[in-house]
């Protein structure tokens, strides 16, 4: 996809309320009892939750509450579990509106009303290693200008010889096990995980270390426990960095920003942080997820298989159709504004949906079919604005990466068993994602 992947339109007729819309089918079972009545009637209306987020009918899928959103009520005020009430804005334009007005909407999390929807967002909180997702413009900048650099599209076009070398030897490893093998453990999450410890500079010796850190998340003292020992990890790399550095991410910094005092030593340990942990995961489903889709729509992996040039439209559409990342565009209200006729007040937050806008009928046309053949459109998986995902590039590099060599090299790959055995992630908090999966070849 092309540079003017960047460029988001931000108004869009309203969408007829009729049609082949999903409902939920149990919406009670939802619902607080501690919303007020007048929230709690519309809610019953609408058959849409007062609370998020959504539970999902499907695992794979977003929530179809979505989808009845989109139609009938955009913005939409719902309550967190912890009783905070947020709006969410669910259709294209309106989120591009909010992810690319930094006037009215901050990113910065540790205001005193900003909502937290999970440990995981009070843990980002942390103003010493505040990370660069969650800063405002001024000090953003400064930062991303920093890593843009170093992962700009023609760095990464340097790197994927060594890419390739470390996914092919992934798949090696693979391949020498007998199946079934569970291909979440034993390929997907490696596959990120040990391309940023490459670029980094990090020793092999310690790259099932950090994916273990990193896998720690699923209790508040565990995270944190994890988090601390990640940073004690990074305040050590540093330290042997100064003294022997390489040609690696880690020691260019160290060299062009550190010693001549652009960046002190917490926002070199914040960078690195961000790179160990921003983006390992959400890979990791969007292979798995990727694998799923393609095994599903056998016309569209023969396209694949046959013609390799297709990849570009390949990975767009896994992107566009999974997101990866959902949970983070959220954003604090700065000023009053106006968003599709609602008013949104100065202190209130409000969660732009990229998973929902990526399914928008009034841009995608049959949004909810995995089509690798549909036109290339915009999508929002790396959000927009001045927040769009500094790590792109690598993403798409990756994505390209593994398709490409997992089908030369593995055609006859299919999942072990019944698609119905695949374990998915069963937390709501967390984006769409795979625990495990068996496959054979």
Not at 15 to 29: D, Q, W, Y
Request: hydrophobic fraction near 40%.
């Amino acid at each position: 996809m092309s540079e003017s992947n960047s460029k988001c339109p931000i108004s869009f007729t309203v969408v007829s309320p009729h049609g082949t819309i999903a409902t939920a089918s149990n919406p009670e079972l939802h619902t607080r009892q501690d919303i007020n009545d007048k929230q709690l009637n519309q809610n019953e209306r609408l058959l849409i939750s007062s609370v998020f987020p959504f539970q999902r009918s499907f695992p794979s899928e977003p929530p179809i509450e979505y989808n009845r959103l989109r139609a009938e009520q955009p913005i939409y005020r719902v309550a967190l579990m912890n009783g905070d009430q947020v709006w969410l804005i669910t259709r294209f334009g309106d989120v591009c509106l909010v992810l690319g007005d930094d006037e009215h909407f901050s990113k910065v999390q540790n205001h005193s009303n900003f909502s937290k929807q999970s440990y995981q967002d009070i843990i980002d909180t942390d103003e010493e290693h505040a990370s660069l997702l969650n800063m405002d413009p001024t000090k953003h900048i400064i930062y991303r200008e920093i890593i843009e650099n170093e992962l700009s599209i023609d760095r990464i076009k340097e790197y994927e010889p060594r890419m390739k070398n470390i996914v092919d030897d992934l798949l090696n490893e693979l391949i020498n096990q007998n199946p079934p093998i569970d291909f979440v453990s034993q390929f997907a999450i490696k596959v990120p995980s040990f391309i940023i410890y490459d670029l980094l500079g990090i020793n092999k010796i310690d790259h099932e270390f950090l994916i273990s850190r990193n896998r720690i998340n699923n209790k508040l003292d565990e995270a944190q426990t994890a988090n601390k020992e990640l940073l004690d990890y990074i305040n050590r790399l540093i330290a042997n960095k100064k003294q022997t550095p390489g040609s690696d991410i880690i020691s260019r910094l160290i060299i062009e920003q550190l010693r001549p005092g652009r960046i002190n030593e917490k926002e070199l340990v914040s960078i690195i942080l961000l790179l160990l942990q921003g983006a390992n995961e959400p890979i990791k489903n969007l292979i798995c997820l990727g694998i799923i889709s393609l095994l599903q729509n056998h016309e569209q992996l023969d396209q694949l298989r046959e013609n390799l040039s297709s990849i570009d439209a390949v990975v767009e559409e896994i992107l566009r159709y999974h997101t990866g990342l959902s949970f983070i565009t959220h954003r604090l209200t700065m000023k009053d504004v106006k968003i599709n006729g609602q008013i949104i007040k100065t202190g209130e937050t409000l969660f732009a949906l990229n998973a929902s806008a990526n399914r928008d009928e009034q841009v995608f046309t049959d949004s909810d079919r995995f089509d690798i053949f549909r036109p290339p459109q915009h999508h929002l998986s790396f959000g927009y604005g001045t927040h769009q995902c500094i790590a792109m590039h690598l993403v798409r590099a990756q994505l390209k990466t593994v398709f490409i060599i997992i089908f030369q090299r593995l055609p006859n790959l299919k999942l072990a068993r019944s698609i119905d055995d695949i374990q998915f992630i069963n937390d709501h908090n967390k984006d769409i994602g795979v625990q495990k999966m068996l496959v054979t070849w």
